[in-house]
């Protein structure tokens, strides 16, 4: 986990809240243009309640689906590529009418007004977005076959809540939520490498996944990772795109369990996926993971002692026009399958079947387009031989875009069950800044 000093902290905060210039030109056309034929659903310059509904994923995440525009581009055939830059806040709180113990950790206060712990949590950051071409300087000097198309920096300094020392500057993660550079391999179509921290092409459509968002894929909330450090390749398999990744099983923060340590518990993952391309309107995807990684809750590392699993999973959603889109998701596995199932407490030592689904709608109101619903139903078996061992809940959402910059977000969430503890019902509020 990466501390930082207080004179560290006021550099950081002065270069995310230093101006940057926009760039000139065209403004959405020539990034819709530039970078992709993206649909409102993937563009980060699409209207304000677009983006929040899919949580605002970078444009050059759907390469596959895009074209050049002739008649946008006309003779800027030595064109270098794009850059972007946008600076980020998020700040996120909740209010129990119970209370909740244990934060940080082992507080045995009750609190009823705290930052939350879940994500996507309190943050300051920026997001630096740059396209490369085949004209740009550092392809001239790269071979034919590996070439440079795109980097995303996307640094976070996350408030985690969790943490029990005093001061800030030991409540301050580095957790990145994509900080990649992707290359096209040999000259192919939609055959490309990306190295770096990504989101694991596993669970849910990769650009979809939910950066700034309260509601959260199966494998976030199983698993309590979608992003990972480590390399990626994505292909065509006819109409479809498949994608691998070999990752270091850290989740987001920039630490390892034991990885680039000796010990017997190494950490690891292996993941894939096979799906529709992003510009249909019903995708779905057949996906697996397999590895050894310890008790991960986003940037938190719960319990460094990783334990073997593997996941089977399907996922799918329908965009029901411009407004409206409803989704599906269930994953099949076990946990101390290799071997290890003597590290699972839950189970008393014995390896656990793990099944986990969730139904989820977004719509945005067609009347008033800055305004959002969101709904989801999650259920998560953490043994299917145990009884009473799921976490289920019900999340409502209302999100409202106060501008194309600032967005604000409440949600309600029910507990139905809970495998530890006792069940609550809070309210989360989300206040997101994302603008040039």
């Not at 408030?159 to 040999?186: I, N, Y």
């Not at 939910?210 to 480590?230: C, M, N, Y």
Request: charged share 25%; glycine share 10%; aromatic share 14%.
């Amino acid at each position: 986990m990466m501390r930082m000093s207080g004179l560290t902290l006021v550099a950081v905060l002065l270069l995310v809240l230093a101006s940057c210039a926009a760039p000139g030109g065209r403004g959405y056309r020539q990034l819709a243009g530039g970078l992709g034929r993206a649909s409102p659903e993937t563009s980060r310059l699409a209207p304000a309640s677009h983006r929040l509904m899919l949580g605002a994923q970078p444009v050059v995440e759907s390469e596959e689906e895009w074209e050049e525009d002739d008649e946008d581009w006309g003779d800027e055939e030595e064109d270098t590529g794009r850059s972007f830059f946008y600076k980020e806040l998020v700040v996120s709180g909740f209010y129990s009418r119970n209370g909740v113990m244990g934060l940080p950790m082992d507080d045995p206060d009750e609190d009823h007004l705290e930052f939350s712990p879940r994500p996507p949590g309190s943050y300051v950051g920026f997001d630096y977005i740059r396209t490369f071409t085949s004209a740009s300087p550092i392809n001239q000097r790269l071979p034919a076959w590996f070439q440079l198309t795109a980097v995303d920096l996307h640094p976070r300094f996350l408030f985690d809540r969790m943490e029990v020392d005093d001061g800030l500057e030991h409540k301050l993660d580095f957790a990145p939520q994509d900080f990649w550079a992707r290359f096209d391999l040999g000259g192919r179509d939609r055959l490309t490498l990306r190295v770096g921290q990504f989101v694991l092409p596993y669970g849910v459509n990769p650009p979809l996944a939910p950066r700034q968002k309260f509601i959260l894929p199966v494998e976030a909330l199983d698993l309590g990772l979608k992003w990972d450090w480590g390399v990626n390749l994505k292909g065509p398999w006819g109409e479809y795109d498949w994608e691998l990744a070999a990752t270091i099983g850290s989740g987001e923060a920039l630490h390892s369990t034991h990885t680039f340590r000796s010990s017997e518990r190494n950490s690891y993952l292996f993941t894939g996926r096979v799906g529709t391309p992003t510009y249909w309107d019903l995708q779905y995807g057949l996906s697996f993971l397999v590895g050894d990684i310890p008790t991960i809750r986003a940037a938190n590392v719960m319990n460094e002692l990783s334990i073997s699993r593997w996941r089977v999973g399907f996922d799918t959603f329908y965009k029901c026009g411009t407004f409206l889109m409803v989704g599906a998701q269930v994953t099949y596995g076990q946990d101390g399958y290799a071997g290890d199932e003597e590290y699972i407490g839950f189970t008393g030592g014995e390896t656990a079947d793990v099944l986990a689904y969730r139904l989820w709608a977004d719509w945005v109101v067609p009347t008033h387009s800055d305004l959002r619903l969101g709904a989801q139903f999650e259920s998560i078996y953490r043994d299917l031989s145990t009884a009473d061992s799921d976490d289920t809940a019900v999340v409502f959402e209302v999100g409202y875009s106060l501008s194309t910059n600032v967005s604000v977000m409440m949600d309600y969430r029910i507990d139905i069950n809970r495998t530890m503890g006792e069940e609550d019902n809070a309210v989360y509020v989300t206040f997101v800044y994302y603008g040039s």
